[in-house]
């Protein structure tokens, strides 16, 4: 029986933290064993905001190298660079001739760039969810683990299939979001004001790349509060958080010493030791994270084989993709 595909890509801005380990690169690495899985870098997407294209390279390579040391295979799967499979781009074209100003324009992601960077509205930045869709269909992607914040981006990308599928002939199949668990793991910042970001306020992210000092620098700095009122209170999101990244990386034993601790607590009487708590949780946390952040290291290090894998890659990606378009251009009548 064929496997069904899976695809994911990920922007190449910034450092990869320890919520996307968590909300989407674990279930990757469940999901090759299971699945025909394309994971690639997007690094044109990347190009909407204008960064430095000097250090671009590398980000793709650190991404790369982050990906495969939290357990992808590369062997299993199609790891590459969007960039080197040209077909997507003739591919988001064809979809361009489908999709209308007034449907992009409303894109909630659209209008929080526009607001973002108002003197950078480029034609790609209203374009992105063809690309997007691009992305996924020309690998006849039928599950794409999404957040909530991409699940618009998914829906259009079916419309465009839908109307490719209407005015050509039934060839794209439509894409549905997917995740392995029904309520994924959040991972806040730890100052308590949003979630971990690849670039912006970084003291209050953890990255896959972070060394051991820096690890408990920011871990000590997390928001706390006075402790509980009463017996059993409710936490606070950004207590709760500290208690959700222990649970992911410290003992049960470790975990129930302060949650009892916790739930033991009222004013007056304190029995929860927050620096304490969160020594604990930095010691297990720099030694959680140091095996992914020294194989990353190695593999950026290791530019044969780095090499070598995006090729690989490549070559595995541009398979898939050039089969498709072959379907496309003959619906088309560009063949």
């Known amino acids: 029986m ?12 910034g450092f990869l933290h320890l919520g996307n380990y968590f909300g989407a690169m674990r279930n990757y690495v469940r999901m090759q064993d299971d699945y025909n899985c394309y994971f690639f870098v997007a690094n044109w997407h990347s190009l909407t905001t204008h960064p430095d294209t000097k250090e671009l390279k590398n980000s793709v390579h650190r991404v790369i190298a982050e ?3 939290c357990g992808l295979d590369p062997e299993k799967v199609a790891l590459y660079i969007q960039s080197d499979v040209p077909e997507i781009a003739e591919l988001y074209l064809y979809l361009n001739m489908l999709a209308y100003k007034g449907e992009l324009e409303k894109t909630v992601t659209f209008k929080d760039k526009v607001r973002q960077q108002p003197d950078n509205v480029n034609a790609g930045l209203l374009t992105y969810p063809v690309l997007q869709a691009a992305d996924i269909l020309i690998h ?9 914040d991409q699940e618009q981006h998914l829906e259009m990308a079916r419309n465009f299939a839908e109307r490719f599928n209407y005015r050509y002939g039934e060839v794209l199949p439509l894409p549905y979001a997917f995740n392995y668990d029904s309520e994924l793991v959040r991972i806040m910042s730890l100052d308590g004001t949003g979630k971990m970001s690849k670039s912006e306020n970084q003291m209050a992210t953890l990255y896959l790349a972070d060394d051991e000092d820096t690890i408990r620098k920011k871990i000590m700095k997390a928001k706390t509060d006075q402790g509980p009122e009463t017996p059993g209170s409710a936490k606070p999101d950004y207590i709760q958080n500290l208690f959700t990244l222990m649970g992911l990386v410290s003992t049960p034993d470790t975990v129930k010493k302060f949650e009892d601790d916790f739930n033991a607590s009222s004013a007056g009487n304190c029995i929860i030791r927050y620096g304490d708590m969160k020594k604990q949780l930095a010691e297990d946390m720099a030694r959680f994270i140091r095996p992914i952040r020294e194989k990353a290291a190695d593999i950026q290090h290791n530019k044969e084989l780095l090499s070598r894998i995006i090729l690989q890659g490549a070559d595995k990606a541009r398979a898939s993709a050039s089969a498709t378009l072959q379907l496309v ?3 088309v009548g560009m063949n």
Do not use: F, H, Q, Y
């Open 2 to 13: 064929e496997k069904e595909v899976v695809l994911s890509g990920i922007r190449p801005t």
């Open 67 to 69: 990906n495969i040391a």
């Open 329 to 331: 251009r003959e619906a």
């Open 140 to 148: 006849r992607a039928v599950k794409v683990p999404v957040g909530k």
